[in-house]
């Protein structure tokens, strides 16, 4: 089944020709059938890119997904024409006042690391935004900085500056293969990093949270936090083959301080072209997690936030 988009959001014509199955919203009216409705908070500066990125891993499944995007209420982005922020975006004070409810939510990584997080200008919005989750969405999908957010909020485990960047496609393990978030996952698998912090395996542990994938060389990747329903992940499955290759390119000719990314390049030549070797972990990460929405969202979405049982007869 598709993912319905507007037919005039530009990831509709991107995913169409790369072969994704997608669905105009006149269409999937004409569907007897309950789409899963996901939403996708987008803190990311270029969000038609991360719109189509994360687009084309959640409409790959064949569950039909309804996309909403949200956007901070206030916070003005400088990177988006406003006419594509006002034709697709809806600020969260007004999902809020709906009193909407949502099977998954995705919230994304923001260029903000450097900022404790109560000196972001959109922190109590996001704490706001954290909170509402726990009564209008069945699960939450914090991503990078979002996940860092996230964790930070819930229970108190801090993020900390590295002297250099974790920058590259680092080889991951699998701590949980029984996990059902990575079902099909190999033993090891590369990753996409690319963050100025990281946090402290210890202290996310000692905050009884379960560490489903990680790194020897930049730490705690994936953690799942059953009580929030929240599955917090610091790296980027969602990343194009090119994605690093532009953060590299802007910062060299910016003059900034950066290394190439590492086992990212053919012999680490940044003059070669990258090689995608994360895309398939990306799809089942995310068919896992839709495949678990599915399993235990209640079939009348106004119950989610409620105890409800899923169908395996499991408490959800």
Known sequence: MPIKLPSDLPAFDVLSNEG????SEQLAA???????????LNLMPKKIQTENQFARLIGATPLQVELTLIRMSEHKTRNTAAEHMEAF??????????GEKFDGLIITGAPIEHLPFDQVTYWDELCDVFDWTQTHVHSTLGVCWGGMAMIHYFHDVAK?????????A???HNHAPTSPYLRGFSDDMVIPVSRWTELKREEITAAGLPILIDSEETGP?????????ALYIFNHLEYDSGTLKEEYDRDVEAGKPINVPAN???????TREPQNRWRSHAHLLYANWIHELYLTTPFDISQIGETQT???GHSA
């Open 20 to 23: 994704v199955m997608v669905m």
């Open 30 to 40: 004409k569907q007897d059938i309950r789409p899963m409705r996901i939403a996708l």
């Open 89 to 98: 975006y809806r600020p969260f004070s007004d999902i809020k006042e709906s």
């Open 160 to 168: 900390h500056m590295l002297d250099a960047k974790a920058f590259g």
């Open 170 to 172: 680092v080889r991951h």
């Open 221 to 229: 990747c994936l953690v799942n936090d059953p009580a929030h329903r």
């Open 264 to 270: 990212y390049y053919p012999e680490d030549d940044p």
């Open 310 to 312: 899923d169908l395996r």
